[in-house]
């Protein structure tokens, strides 16, 4: 089956400082990224849709300065989390979509946690 | 607003037994429904999925029943295993491809 690959599995950082997660689709090309946050026992909320080659679509109340997407290559979107803050601490989870109305396929998160 | 709901936040069971898992959707335009496997510190696991044409589908040892009537959604599980146990969540979509979760259910499975 298809995999997505995020990475790092997980990353503590000092306050203040940004950290960048990777999703990667390792045998597919995927156009639509979608970045997602949860909190512990509770629900994936989405953050962002990610467009390769143009700029992501945030959720109302996602901060589009503090969360930057990049979505450069078919295989490739980022995550940086800028001036990370002890409230940023979350587990990000992305997901890819293989074309278009197909399944959408998850990696396998990322733990931040700011110190 | 959309929302996407569960009506039992935690579900113990006995292995071997069936388990069933409920969950209610708001947005009368979804048209896709999707059953996801969470286990701890891991991303989300595709289990099953049902688009809005159909009433039932079937996989290996779970079956994903929709009304649309009422807007409800349940996963069985049929001879429930330890392995099994997890947070289960629905979530449901339409053209935007979006996907939007329930709040999650705890399935805790007994030897």
Known sequence: GAVVSQHPSWVICKSGTSVKIECR??????????????FPKQSLMLMATSNEGSKATYEQGVEKDKFLINHA??????????????????????????GRNEKLFFGSGTQLSVL | GESVGLH???????????SIINCAYSNSASDYFIWYKQESGKGPQFIIDIRSNMDKRQGQ?????????????????????????????CASGGATNKLIFGTGTLLAVQP
Not at chain 1, 74 to 85: F, K, N, Y
Not at chain 2, 61 to 89: C, E
Request: glycine share 2%.
């Open chain 1, 73 to 98: 290559s078919l295989t490739l979107s980022t995550l940086t989390v800028t001036s990370a803050h002890p409230e940023d601490s979350s587990f990000y989870i992305c997901s890819a979509l293989r």
């Open chain 1, 25 to 38: 689709s390792l045998d597919f090309q995927a156009t639509t990224m979608f970045w997602y946050r949860q």
């Open chain 2, 61 to 89: 040892r779970v079956t994903v029943l929709l009304n649309k009537t009422v807007k409800h959604l349940s996963l069985q599980i049929a001879a429930t295993q330890p392995g099994d146990s997890a947070v289960y969540f």
């Open chain 2, 8 to 18: 039992l936040p935690t579900l113990s069971v006995q292995e071997g037994d069936n």
